[in-house]
């Protein structure tokens, strides 16, 4: 495993993570879910990621119990705070109040005194981004978070982030988690890396694979147990057009050339670029774990040529 800075932090972190995204509370029980991750850390995945949205909290409770026999000093833990996950007006959003009470929620859950790598899950259009700044920036004060960022904010957003740090002499972000894969990029690499260059952003991408897609599953229909297959993920099937699925396909060739799966194509591509300092991959199965964390050694298959040849593919290279 390698390990990548997070952006311009003296944090590292692995390249490829392991998170509890869908699978936690829905597909995984609680002995597969510890089982997973100590099978990731036993092969060198130090970032762990989280939510407290996650299975409306199941997702914290189960990484919690898997990593008490674990040295908390080795993990890199994260979680996020947006969506509702408390009763009223004041149980969503990043305004102060739901910012403390969700901390200390997730913090009880997880059963650790802080968290590594703190999200805003999304950009909150009803809390002044001052608050925001000065709640995170009390956070790390506290040592309730080590870092703090954002997820799915845009270029804008998180100039603004920037802005407000600098001129009270506050905490910037330090990481964007967005979504990120070979068939959804315009917005990370026309507006998001560029600036995580300028800022010394690191990137933790998160879907590489696409819902699933890319790994090619798809192809002859939707397999019972499946992301696709669950009622709460039913909307994936709106992405399952023949379009993508022939590229899926075409896909699928050049990783056979490779003697490599289309999941580890996917996820390489992903990591050729310096931005991403983290790729966060899902998992229900040991064999899908090690398919992932395999991806790190296909980087060096991407030449030039190769990577020309996907583009042509994927005929969906952003604008310069």
Not at 210 to 219: A, P, R
């Amino acid at each position: 495993m390698h390990y990548r800075r997070l952006g311009r932090s003296g944090l590292k972190v692995s390249e490829i993570s392991y998170g509890a995204w869908v699978t936690f509370g829905s597909q995984l029980d609680e002995d597969t879910a510890s089982d997973l991750i100590h099978a990731a850390y036993d092969q060198g995945v130090n970032y762990f990621d989280n939510a407290d949205a996650y299975g409306n909290g199941t997702a914290e409770i189960f990484m919690g119990s898997a990593i008490k026999d674990l040295p908390r000093e080795a993990l890199v833990i994260s979680s996020k705070v947006f969506w509702p996950t408390m009763p009223g007006p004041n149980g969503r959003g990043l305004s102060r109040k739901h910012v403390m009470e969700s901390i200390h929620a997730s913090l009880k859950r997880l059963d650790t005194d802080y968290v590594d790598l703190y999200f805003c899950h999304r950009y909150d259009p009803d809390t002044p981004i001052e608050e925001v700044v000065f709640t995170m920036n009390n956070l790390i004060q506290q040592g309730k978070i080590l870092y703090w960022g954002t997820s799915e904010w845009t270029a804008a957003q998180i100039s603004q982030a920037f802005g407000v740090a600098r001129q009270y002499n506050l905490i910037p972000p330090t990481m964007e988690q967005p979504q990120y894969s070979m068939l959804h990029r315009d917005r990370v690499e026309a507006e998001i890396a560029p600036l995580a260059k300028e800022l010394g952003l690191g990137l933790t991408t998160f879907s590489p694979l696409y819902f699933g897609i890319l790994t090619g599953k798809y192809n002859g229909g939707i397999p019972k147990g499946s992301r696709a297959s669950l009622d709460s993920m039913a909307w994936v099937q709106n992405y399952l057009t023949p379009e993508r699925l022939d590229i899926v396909q075409d896909l699928g060739l050049i990783a056979a050339d490779l003697g490599i799966t289309q999941a580890q194509l996917a996820i390489a591509w992903l990591l050729r670029r310096k931005e991403v300092s983290s790729v966060i991959t899902g998992a229900t199965r040991l064999k899908q774990l090690e398919d992932n964390l395999g991806a790190a050694d296909a980087i060096e298959l991407l030449s030039d040529d190769l990577l020309d040849e996907i583009e042509t593919v994927l005929g969906n290279e952003p604008d310069s």
